[in-house]
């Protein structure tokens, strides 16, 4: 039988190892365009985060073709801290494409996608842990309220998720943006997938694995502003909807048909009106409205098709989804080393 000396080495020994085995390593993705202002409270507030987990970390900012200071601000964080990576892109891509070269270069156990305004509060990821920690791969983390929002955007938005979800091949979940936490099966998983117009939250939502959601409220953002206007919202609110739906197309499909119903039955009864009444003549303003609905629907039809070839042709070249131009990659710090 152990004393009570070895019986409390084993124990230490025990608690030892189940410490070594139940660290993981956290990778906290930040694209970045223009966000020179933003970058040392984020850095700060996500570093205070990470420090109190007692987990390994690394920060991944992504420079996105800044014409701002973004890039010398990012490169003076890894000088003080070796758990910044800094993935500097040769021009802007997009943020889909910068956050798709975070998510490939994430060496991480689990990611977690940030935005870099602090919109969306890095205090969250220790309640997201928590979940992953129960086995959930994709923990999204969902919007109750958007503080500095306009009350039109607050609504557009509402009403897009709902739609989207309705006509998605898959759930896209309501009121949620790129904030969620991805286990590594995610991360490999999406790796797989080569698409270069890229819907990050579909291809998150199309990977099927076990989910669930937190919720939070979404906070204004903390300085700049934002590049997102309306007409660039409503284009990815299209790349949205083409990426993972072909409803669009059914209903260019339908409403062709309905016209074309419309349109036979309305013989139908100019044949007979003229047998039984004779030949009156209809009124020019009558022709030209049928005239300008059917051209106007023809070329809605058009449009709606030609949205999906141009997705096409942009697959068939096959280009990169992003270049990078520099890389300075982090030093992983786990707890043995500290």
Known sequence: MPNSNEETSLNEMFD?????ACTYLISVIIPCHNESENIEPLYHRVQTVLEGMQQAWEIIFINDGSSDDTLLRLLALREKDKRVTVINLSRNFGKEAAL???LDHANGDVAVPLDADLQDPPELIPELFAKFLEGYDVINAIRNKRLGE???KRLSSY???RLLDKISNVPIPHDTGD??????????ALKRMPERRRYMKGLFAWTGYRTTSIHYQREPRHAGQTGWTYWKLWHFAVEGITSFSHV?????????LTIALTSFIAAAYLVIDTLIYGNSVKGYPSLMVTVLFLGG???MALGIIGEYISRIYEESKNRPIYLVQDIWSS????????
């Not at 030892?16 to 070594?20: L, P």
């Not at 669009?248 to 062709?256: D, E």
């Open 248 to 256: 669009p197309l059914q209903l260019a499909s339908y409403l062709g």
């Open 297 to 299: 629907v023809q070329l």
């Open 150 to 152: 306009s009350y039109t």
């Open 16 to 20: 030892g190892i189940c410490q070594r």
């Open 331 to 338: 030093k992983i710090v786990t707890l043995q080393d500290e």
């Open 159 to 161: 009403l897009y998720y």
């Open 100 to 102: 798709t070269s975070g």
């Open 179 to 188: 904030y969620r936490m991805l286990s590594r099966r995610v991360l490999e």
